[in-house]
């Protein structure tokens, strides 16, 4: 039986998206050395040199979900891509995203995060690099609230792939339902 995240990853290869393994958000399936070592549990690239991995074919999805049929699925994102995001966290990144915006956002894909955070997705021009860049709240007793900028040498974990708190990233404007602007 094929799961939700593997199908997804199907779609998201034929979409000509740079997509990567990583890991669960519960450690299951990984190696006993990756549970010991992961700081980031349902985040964590599962192949090196990630970044340049290009576009998986169907062979490449099927020989990952053999080796971690639990893991999330990642997108890579900057110059390989074509790909950035804009990282919203807490109160403060949404905030700063309507003040730096004026609430003017483009329509693109956009996904929530199981931690109340958001993120739209935007294609770049060919050949420009964009660095990550993040604001965060200033407030020592706020807990991860923040704007980012991802680019180059970042990804993103995509729906529907299960965080570490047991929430699932959730499309609000899939791919399939609108252009990547």
């Known amino acids: 039986m094929k799961t939700d995240i593997l199908l997804a990853a199907y779609q998201y290869a034929a979409l000509s998206l740079n997509i990567i393994p990583v890991c669960s958000g519960d450690h299951s399936g990984m190696t006993p050395n990756h549970r010991a070592t992961c700081r980031s549990p349902g985040k964590q690239p599962l192949i090196t040199n990630w970044p340049n991995n290009g576009v ?3 062979q490449q999805i099927d020989d990952w979900f053999r080796r971690w049929p639990t893991s999330n699925i990642g997108l890579v994102l900057g110059s390989p891509s074509g790909i950035v995001a804009i990282d919203i966290d807490g109160p403060f ?4 995203l309507l003040h730096i915006s004026n609430g003017d956002i483009p329509e ?3 996904f929530s995060t199981p931690g109340g955070g958001m993120r739209y997705l935007f294609s770049t021009p060919s050949n420009q690099i964009y660095k990550r ?3 965060s709240d200033p407030d020592p007793n706020s807990r991860h609230s923040e704007l980012a900028f991802l680019g180059e040498g970042t990804y993103t974990v995509l729906p529907p792939s299960k965080h570490a708190n047991g929430g699932i990233y ?3 404007k899939a791919p399939n339902q609108s252009l990547l602007n």
């Open 56 to 58: 998986p074919d169907k």
């Open 93 to 96: 990144g949404h905030k700063e």
């Open 108 to 110: 693109t894909w956009q």
């Open 133 to 135: 860049f993040s604001i």
């Open 170 to 172: 959730t499309w609000i």
